[in-house]
T-cell receptor, first 116, second 111 residues
Framework: NAGVTQTPKFRILKIGQSMTLQCTQDMNHNYMYWYRQDPGMGLKLIYYSVGAGITDKGEVPNGYNVSRSTTEDFPLRLELAAPSQTSVYFC???????????????FGAGSRLTVL | QKEVEQNSGPLSVPEGAIASLNCTYSDRVSQSFFWYRQYSGKSPELIMSIYSNGDKEDGRFTAQLNKASQYVSLLIRDSQPSDSATYLCAVTGQAGTALIFGKGTTLSVSS
């Protein structure tokens, strides 16, 4: 059982380049998320999805795009990389826990992106 | 803007002591509360969840929730050097909404 798999683990981009961070989960979770974490900071929500075909913006969506064509995959696209997007990116998935609606997240190992 | 506030620390305690980590949140309709532990260079891992007022104990960990005060805390008893990590408080609002994280508190346990 792989859980949440992110690729690549490390990437260096030049300003203005584009790339896609891949995220796949094999737990049949409906909910998927992308967070970014800057040094010494907590996690900031970029985008999330409550199911295939449905996505919504989080706290810091500018400069990113997502799609959710299948339950398993939730790629994050950076169209014009900027130094401010240098960060560690975490993908996560979750299920709803009973009537409380609690989202118990399972995280991927993270992708470290540097934009120079 | 929904916010989750934590003291960034570092919080330093000797081995065997009780470590107390605190978190406040701004959204009164928040329903679910979590503590994640994150070792340096690793992804966060869930250590405690709490949904109703009061205390919840799991081994050396106790989570405390006071919705009236919009306050949640984590106590770690008999702290060990292996507990040295950053502890992230996370809060979700209404059912199905995404988690909002605090900046985390760095805990250092000295032997």
């Amino acid at each position: 059982n792989a859980g949440v798999t992110q690729t690549p683990k490390f990437r260096i981009l030049k300003i203005g380049q584009s790339m896609t961070l891949q995220c796949t989960q094999d737990m049949n979770h409906n909910y998927m998320y992308w967070y970014r974490q800057d040094p010494g900071m907590g996690l900031k929500l970029i985008y999330y999805s409550v199911g295939a075909g449905i996505t919504d913006k989080g706290e810091v969506p500018n400069g990113y795009n997502v799609s959710r064509s299948t339950t398993e995959d939730f790629p994050l696209r950076l169209e014009l990389a900027a130094p401010s997007q240098t960060s560690v990116y975490f993908c996560a998935s979750s299920y709803l826990l009973g009537s409380s609606g609690a989202n118990v997240l399972t995280f991927g190992a993270g992708s470290r992106l540097t934009v120079l | 803007q929904k916010e989750v506030e934590q003291n960034s620390g570092p919080l330093s305690v000797p081995e065997g002591a009780i470590a107390s980590l605190n978190c406040t949140y701004s959204d009164r309709v928040s329903q679910s509360f979590f503590w994640y532990r994150q070792y340096s260079g690793k992804s966060p891992e869930l250590i405690m969840s709490i949904y109703s007022n009061g205390d919840k104990e799991d081994g050396r960990f106790t989570a405390q929730l006071n919705k009236a005060s919009q306050y949640v805390s984590l106590l770690i008893r008999d702290s060990q050097p292996s507990d040295s990590a950053t502890y992230l408080c996370a809060v979700t609002g209404q059912a199905g909404t995404a988690l909002i994280f605090g900046k985390g508190t760095t805990l250092s346990v000295s032997s």
